[in-house]
């Protein structure tokens, strides 16, 4: 099963973010035991590490952590002809869009993300991190 995390997921992950954290972790757990394939896409490894800078994190801390976890992620691409569709569909929040429709693009299964609301609303494969887990019967 192909999981695409947002990346709200990767930053709750590498951040330590509170409540979310525990959540977050039972994924990496899963890809480990490789029970799911971990799908993020290269605009969720720049918008993380971007993000993570401005929270203050050290350059040379985020690298460490996203080397140590790299084995465990499959990196898809976003590619021109997401960004053209995206750019055509006009959609609400376009961040969102292209992840979605580069999750897609991989053959993603579960689309997992804290903000819901802000994908595609066709988009069913969408689900919270809460949501997914209960989908599984994985309890925390």
């Not at 993020?40 to 993570?52: A, Q």
């Not at 084995?71 to 292209?98: H, M, P, Q, W």
């Not at 993300?113 to 925390?140: C, G, H, Q, Y």
Request: glycine share 2%; hydrophobic share 40%.
């Amino acid at each position: 099963m192909k999981v695409f995390i947002d990346t709200n997921i990767l930053i709750d992950f590498i951040s330590g973010r509170k409540p979310f954290v525990d959540e977050s972790i039972v994924f990496f757990q899963l890809a480990d035991n490789r029970d799911i394939e971990l799908l993020v896409s290269d605009l969720t490894i720049v918008n993380t590490v971007y993000i993570l800078q401005r929270l203050h994190y050290s350059l040379s801390d985020i690298y460490e952590t996203l080397n140590e976890i790299r084995a465990l992620l499959t990196i898809t691409s976003v590619g021109a002809e997401t960004i053209d569709y995206c750019l055509k569909t006009r959609g609400n929040d376009f961040e969102d869009e292209v992840q979605y429709y580069s999750a897609m693009k991989a053959g993603a299964n579960y689309v997992i993300t804290r903000n819901r609301k802000d994908f595609p609303p066709e988009a069913a494969n969408v689900l919270s991190p809460r949501d997914f887990l209960d989908r599984m019967n994985i309890t925390l």
